[in-house]
């Protein structure tokens, strides 16, 4: 390693360290459930990660894995069009076009190479992709890999939408988290579709954190706006709700997905989802189907969480996901504030610049449908004691 660039980045993280803004992994030695095992801190109560319906370690998704991976091993060793697909991959994606209402899906290894295989394929030389500022990174990326011209509108802004619509070359694309990661808010999508009939856009819409959480059957966004077969274009992914492996996916016409399978780069040049992911997928959406209580289990225990939070004088962001951000402003605030509720057994992640804005951090609670009341109250108990601790409650210092 060269000796000068070595000591760059020490320094670099050093002074992450003396921030107090130096993210550290934590390591989990048993299945990802409303309570594991964490090497640096026992057993704790999960509010931070994206198993929404409590699947990543259900037994049927897990046989239904270990089933693949008996039948099919390890992986395709190399891309579908050279080598060859499973059959696993279309019983996949023929699940995915049905469940969701449109005519193909498409596979791919994570929802992030969905989008940066999406965005450049459609968005080529001569058109216009324009996306909501707030937008997850991935689709950020992929538009900056797309030869189109870029177009960023502020957030949820559909005045601002409508002035770069006018602006628009060619095709103008519209891209849009269904539900923003960060804000736990979900799109104006009536709107968004009321704009593109009326300039003959297109609407892409990434549910990867409304997909097993909004809609009355979990179908995500497109469902809780009553707005079947009104969007053009959905990715999601296959690592949150649905059995919170890995994978994502598009769904589309036939022919946009026969597009993606001749030009999409992370299509043409990444092996296949793996089998043991797509045998577990597949089972976890068959369970979001016959199991619509999972849905209603999630959705009481968000609206439980968020009144407790409220009642201790806490003031979440608003919106009907399942995210609860609580915006304490400083980076190293939401760190510390974190670690101190690991220590009461509580596991969830502060998050700051440069994942969110700066003066915008916050701890981001993530709500599943395996936490039982018992959990929730202890976590409230958690949160009123570091939040008293910390001068959260009964403080307007950093209200």
């Not at 220590?343 to 981001?364: H, K, S």
Request: contains cysteine.
């Amino acid at each position: 390693m060269n000796a000068a660039f070595e000591r760059k980045l020490n320094a670099d993280l050093d002074a992450l360290r003396a921030a107090g803004t130096y993210k550290r992994l934590r390591h989990l030695t048993a299945p990802m459930a409303a309570h594991t095992h964490m090497e640096e801190a026992g057993d704790v109560t999960v509010l931070s990660s994206n198993n929404y319906l409590g699947l990543a370690d259900d037994p049927e998704v897990v046989r239904a894995g270990v089933a693949a991976l008996e039948k099919y091993g390890a992986g395709t060793a190399s891309v579908r069009f050279i080598c060859g697909t499973f059959d696993i991959h279309r019983v996949l994606e023929e699940k995915i076009a049905s469940f969701f209402g449109f005519e193909s899906a498409l596979s791919y290894g994570s929802c992030w190479t969905a989008n940066e295989g999406l965005l450049p394929t459609v968005g080529t030389a001569g058109n216009t992709l324009i996306s909501d500022e707030l937008n997850h990174a991935s689709i950020i990326d992929g538009c900056r890999l797309a030869g189109a011209k870029r177009m960023r509108y502020r957030h949820a802004d559909m005045a601002d939408l409508e002035a770069k619509l006018n602006e628009a070359e060619g095709t103008a694309f519209i891209v849009t988290d269904g539900v923003f990661s960060m804000e736990g808010s979900v799109a104006r999508l009536p709107e968004i579709v009321a704009l593109a009939q009326r300039y003959g856009a297109v609407t892409i819409v990434d549910d990867s954190h409304g997909t097993g959480v909004m809609g009355k059957t979990g179908r995500g966004v497109i469902e809780h706006f009553e707005l079947e077969g009104k969007v053009d274009i959905l990715t999601g992914t296959l690592g949150k709700a649905l059995g919170g492996a890995a994978g994502g996916f598009v769904a589309g016409s036939v022919a946009l997905v026969d597009t993606l399978i001749q030009r999409s780069r992370t299509q043409l040049f990444s092996n296949a989802l793996p089998a043991t992911v797509a045998g577990s997928a597949h089972k976890a959406i068959e369970l979001l189907e016959s199991r619509p209580e999972l849905v209603d289990r999630l959705r009481w225990n968000t609206q439980y969480f968020r009144a407790g939070l409220t009642r201790l004088g806490l003031d979440p962001l608003p919106g009907p996901s399942a995210i609860v951000p609580i915006i304490v402003r400083e980076t190293a605030f939401a760190i510390a504030m974190s670690d101190r509720l690991l220590r009461e057994g509580v596991f969830v992640t502060g998050f700051g610049f440069p994942v969110v804005p700066e003066g915008t951090a916050r701890i981001r609670v993530q709500m599943s449908a395996a936490l039982s009341r018992d959990d929730l109250d202890r976590a409230l108990d958690a949160f009123e004691k570091v939040g008293r601790e910390v001068g959260l409650i009964g403080s307007t210092v950093r209200r």
